[in-house]
């Protein structure tokens, strides 16, 4: 028995929950079109040939939010639909925050800073659909980051 299989190969990713003092999170609003609908989430972007995943996240935070970090802490790396693509993304934390710019209009809608408990909230009742921001989230409330 033959089969045939369409696979995405992807360059792979990184994603960055971006966390302040007080706990809060960064949050990005875009427009996704195979979704045809914004989403909230967390800031992510593609590997550039040859970037290493820190170097991407620091670019893509402060492209998508004009912030960038101090610190910043790899958390874990995942698939995200392994049924057909390779992409696999790098989850980091990012923490002792600081605004260096203005966000990408071009890219992102809207930034917005909430409370974890919003955000919480927003996943429960499917305001963030979107995987990787409710695998950060989880992460976060499972193993709060340490105090900065």
Known sequence: MQTRREI???PGAVAIIPVFSN???L???QYRHPVRSELWEIPAGKLEPGEDALSCAQRELQEETGYAANRWTRLTSFFTSPGFSNERITLFHASDLRRVGAPDVVE???CLVLP???VESMIRDERIADAKTIL???WILRQPPEKE
Do not use: F, P, S, T
Request: net charge negative; glycine share 12%; charged share 35%.
């Open 8 to 10: 995405v190969v992807h």
């Open 23 to 25: 706990g809060d999170v």
């Open 27 to 29: 949050l990005v609003r």
């Open 108 to 110: 992102i809608d809207e």
């Open 116 to 118: 974890i408990d919003d």
């Open 136 to 138: 950060a989230i989880g």
